[in-house]
């Protein structure tokens, strides 16, 4: 299972920090994945790490402000994010990839309850 928190209200320009808590799997090895959707549009995939070395991608909208990383010790990876926009505004989603780094949500499982972001202008 996974489980996305952190989410809230924030200024634009503000900073947030998204955990995504992992149980049930072999969490080392997993490629896991940040998703949002925002009122009244599809899925996006947002930012994804690898399990094996760590390996980080973004899609364009979140580079330079969106950090994502991971504690296997605490089975947790986190998303922090820089330079709110209203854009960033959704509710956020982690889940485990099938197979290799992907931002197309069919190929993850493991959907837990998202957590919802905020940005006020």
């Known amino acids: 299972q996974l489980q996305a928190s952190g989410g809230g209200l924030v200024q634009s320009g503000g900073s947030l920090r998204l955990s995504c808590s992992a149980s049930g799997f072999d969490f080392v090895g997993a490629t896991i994945g940040w998703f949002r959707q925002a009122p009244g549009k599809g899925r996006e995939g947002v930012a994804v790490?690898?399990?094996?070395?760590?390996?980080?991608y973004y899609v364009d909208s979140v580079k330079g402000r969106f950090t994502l990383y991971r504690d296997n010790a605490k089975k947790t990876v986190y998303l922090q994010m820089n330079s709110l926009k209203p854009e960033d505004t959704a509710v956020y989603y982690c889940?485990?990839?099938?197979?290799?780094?992907?931002?197309?949500?069919?190929?993850?499982?493991?959907w837990g309850q998202g957590t919802l972001v905020t940005v006020s202008s």
């Open positions: 790490i690898s399990g094996i070395g760590g390996n980080t």
């Open positions: 889940s485990r990839a099938l197979g290799g780094p992907s931002f197309r949500g069919e190929l993850y499982e493991y």
